[in-house]
């Protein structure tokens, strides 16, 4: 099955710098990804969609300056937390869809996610 | 608006006992359903999807769901559920027409005891 990777799987840092998570699509090309946001004991939410090749798509409410996403190839995705605060400490997950699925499109397959702690 | 909502936010089951988690979806001319479930600290995994055909869906573990159109419901159950099954289950829909988001419910978390 399509397999996608996430690099961190963990991360600690310092309140104030930037931190970027890898979204890897392994053996499939997706033109779409999508970036989520849990917290704790809650369903995911979802941040913005990443489009190879223009500008992300944000959800109202998040910060495009501080969410900074780029989808530079077919198997790549990678989102930016600039100057990180405490309040940004979460589990980061992203998915992928399979651009040659035919019908099965609409699935996403997810990351295993970033747990990011800032202190 | 489009929504899911699974009614459940937890459900303590004895093993070996069986056990449905309730899923329903707004009204909609064409939709994707989905199941996933995360352990601790993981990722998602897909349990299953209902994409068209078959409304009776077979997943892994031992897992199957429903798709009833005339209820807007995508219930997953298990006929007998082990200790291991213990983890929080969401239930996610693609709306058709719409840019192919998944929305997803709240989640139910799943306890299992001996």
């Known amino acids: 099955g399509a397999v996608v990777s996430q690099h961190p799987s963990r991360v600690i840092c310092k309140s104030g710098t930037s931190v970027k998570i890898e979204c890897r699509s392994l053996?499939?090309?997706?033109?779409?990804m999508f970036w989520y946001r849990q917290f704790p004991k809650k369903s995911l939410m979802l941040m913005a969609t990443?489009?190879?090749?223009?500008?992300?798509?944000?959800e109202q409410g998040v910060e495009k300056d501080k969410f900074l996403i780029n989808h530079a190839s077919l198997t790549l995705s990678t989102l930016t937390v600039t100057s990180a605060h405490p309040e940004d400490s979460s589990f980061y997950i992203c998915?992928?869809?399979?651009?040659?699925?035919?019908?099965?499109?609409?699935?996403?397959?997810f990351g295993p996610g970033t747990r990011l702690t800032v202190l | 608006a489009q929504s899911v909502t699974q009614l459940d936010s937890q459900v303590p089951v004895f093993e070996e006992a069986p056990v449905e988690l309730r899923c329903n979806y707004s009204s909609s001319v064409s939709v994707y359903l989905f199941w996933y479930v995360q352990y601790p600290n993981q990722g998602l995994q897909l349990l299953l999807k209902?994409?068209?055909?078959?409304?009776l869906v077979k997943g892994i573990n031992g897992f199957e769901a429903e798709f009833n159109k005339s209820q807007t419901s995508f219930h997953l159950r298990k006929p007998s559920v082990h200790i291991s099954d213990t983890a929080e289950y969401f239930c996610?829909?693609?709306?058709?027409?719409?840019?192919?988001?998944?929305?997803f419910g709240k989640g139910t978390k799943l306890s299992v005891k001996p």
């Open positions: 209902y994409l068209s055909g078959s409304t």
């Open positions: 053996d499939f090309q997706a033109t779409t």
């Open positions: 990443s489009n190879e090749g223009s500008k992300a798509t944000y």
């Open positions: 996610a829909v693609v709306y058709g027409g719409s840019q192919g988001n998944l929305i």
């Open positions: 998915s992928a869809r399979d651009f040659f699925a035919g019908p099965s499109y609409n699935e996403q397959f």
